[in-house]
């Protein structure tokens, strides 16, 4: 979900202005946050970077393999999963604000996961899909689809449930990057709904994403920011969270902050700080207490295992098999390997649409579909029981493709 490059070092043309202490790692950044490019590396990107111009889409821009974080999107939004903990259980709690306050925290807790250096996750193909499965260790289970369901534009519709613990979250991601000169912004439209099935009369927990920024292309370390204001908002209970990613300015603050306002109604709640990198916390309006959200450092590590299939028992497009050998390729830092397997996937899908624009076929999701309102939901009906349940979303997330059922 991440933006990409890194920076093309003294080999780019540095504008009127800039100095050779922008090329110092910030002070305030974890190095494991910043990647420095061989030579061979800094000539690709130079190489690349000359085509740009400011304001460009990128979606249809072929990036170098090293700058490649080794699995898809679709893999990546798993990382919103790993701290469970953080929301179940809070359909318990009679306190809307509180539940509110939980689902707040399972989503803040996602984003400290991510590769070293600055890296960008495969864009999955058309129909492509990933599918897992969690084993907690109360006993309990939780399942997880993805789908690309749109090519351009490109559109990852995801499904997770739970329902011994009765959490369900349904959303889609819709990326849209730019140049912009020294950096690469990607807008991150789409929108996570969160869903206490133990409170059904709650109704949905909305919450929408930052923007990414890539800095430092140009000239600089390359670094990673989310930025910009986001939302969770619960409509049924007035609950409101208006949140924002601070940026670091040139001469002033701090990397990875984060500010902002709960309220009900106009009435307001409490507020949130921190680092979503560290620790942030919430300090409530009504008591002056503050509490702990979330804290990388100590529980940054418990993150939620999820089980896969064996790649030999994958279907052809399911994300591990079908970018296999890039993958292979990119941990082996095989970057011809890497190149030529990339460009076999992207091959392979421009001819299957042009065999379809030929035979006038309509590309249709395999597990998702739009509602009226034109979001993705999936093609299943959760049973009220939860041990059915288990067995009936099993059975339609591991179901037989259409043409052998």
């Not at 300015?249 to 560290?278: H, M």
């Not at 916390?281 to 089980?307: C, H, I, M």
Request: charged fraction near 30%.
């Amino acid at each position: 979900m991440m933006g990409l490059f890194n920076q093309a070092a003294s080999k780019v043309p540095r504008p009127r202005g800039s100095s050779e202490s922008e090329d110092k790692i910030p002070e305030d950044t974890n190095p494991d946050d910043v990647s420095v490019l061989d030579e061979e590396e800094g000539s690709v990107i130079k190489s690349m970077i000359s085509q740009l111009r400011v304001g460009m889409d990128l979606s249809k821009v072929t990036f170098p393999t090293f700058v490649l974080e080794p699995r898809s999107m679709l893999e990546r939004i798993t990382d919103f999963m790993s701290h469970p903990d953080l929301v179940f259980g809070a359909e318990n709690y009679d306190d809307s604000e509180e539940r509110f306050i939980r689902v707040l925290q399972y989503y803040l807790a996602g984003w400290h996961i991510k590769p070293k250096g600055v890296k960008k996750p495969y864009n999955p193909v058309h129909g492509e899909f990933f599918r897992c499965r969690y084993d907690y260790s109360d006993g309990t289970q939780g399942f997880y689809i993805a789908e690309q369901v749109s090519h351009h534009p490109p559109v990852s519709a995801f499904y997770y449930v739970s329902p011994a613990n009765k959490v369900a979250i349904v959303g889609e991601l819709r990326p849209k990057s730019k140049f912009l000169g020294n950096s690469v912004s990607t807008t991150m439209e789409g929108e996570n709904r969160i869903y206490l099935m133990g409170r059904p009369d709650d109704g949905p927990y909305v919450v929408s994403m930052p923007n990414m920024y890539a800095r430092g292309i140009l000239w600089g370390k390359m670094v990673l920011e989310l930025g910009d204001a986001c939302t969770a908002r619960n409509e049924r209970n007035g609950l409101t969270a208006d949140l924002t990613f601070k940026t670091k300015g040139y001469f002033s603050g701090t990397y990875n902050a984060i500010q902002g306002r709960v309220r009900r109604g106009n009435t307001d709640a409490g507020e949130v700080s921190g680092k979503w990198s560290s620790v942030m916390e919430y300090k409530s309006s009504k008591t002056g207490e503050r509490r702990v959200l979330f804290d990388v450092q100590k529980n940054g590590q418990k993150v939620a295992p999820k089980w896969v299939a064996p790649e030999e028992e994958q279907e052809p497009n399911e994300s591990r098999r079908l970018w296999s050998k890039l993958t292979q390729a990119i941990v082996a830092k095989d970057m011809e390997a890497a190149t030529e397997a990339k460009t076999a996937v992207e091959e392979s899908q421009r001819e299957l649409r042009r065999q379809r624009e030929e035979s006038g076929e309509h590309f249709v999701p395999r597990f998702f579909q739009q509602d009226r309102e034109g979001r993705w939901g999936p093609k299943f009906t959760l049973p009220q029981d939860p041990e059915e349940a288990v067995e009936a979303v099993k059975a339609w997330i591991w179901s037989r493709p259409p043409s052998q059922s």
